[in-house]
Nanobody, 116 residues
Framework: VQLVESGGGLVQSGGSLRLSCAGSGRTFINYYMAWFRQAPGKEREFVSSISKSGSTRYADSVKDRFTISRDNAKNTVYLQMSSLKAEDTAIYYC???????????WGQGTLVTVSS
């Protein structure tokens, strides 16, 4: 599976962005999908995940502000981000795996910068 993220950019605090992750291959529906992020000088951290059936999980720091979704017909997973804060500034990575919480495939990342 090859993953390509898009949708990052510069946004003001309180604003919104939607990230997209397009996957290749006909078996996209079989994969658990997730978003991770890495802020400057920090380790990569989990943001959100969505199962094959659509069950979702969120990090506490983004709960009620971010929404993950997937469109299997388009081989795409989305991350709708609202009420953005400066601390959301990071490179956001899309990941895919055949098992829960085990991601073998990663995108190249897309940069989100939130100005305060």
């Amino acid at each position: 599976v090859q993953l390509v993220e898009s949708g990052g950019g510069l946004v003001q605090s309180g604003g919104s962005l939607r990230l997209s992750c397009a996957g290749s291959g006909r078996t996209f529906i079989n994969y658990y999908m997730a978003w991770f992020r890495q802020a400057p000088g920090k380790e990569r951290e989990f943001v959100s995940s969505i199962s094959k059936s659509g069950s979702t999980r969120y990090a506490d720091s983004v709960k009620d502000r971010f929404t993950i979704s997937r469109d299997n017909a388009k081989n795409t997973v989305y991350l709708q981000m609202s009420s953005l804060k400066a601390e959301d500034t990071a490179i956001y990575y899309c990941a895919a795996g055949l098992l829960p919480s085990s991601y073998q495939y990663w995108g190249q990342g897309t940069l989100v910068t939130v100005s305060s």
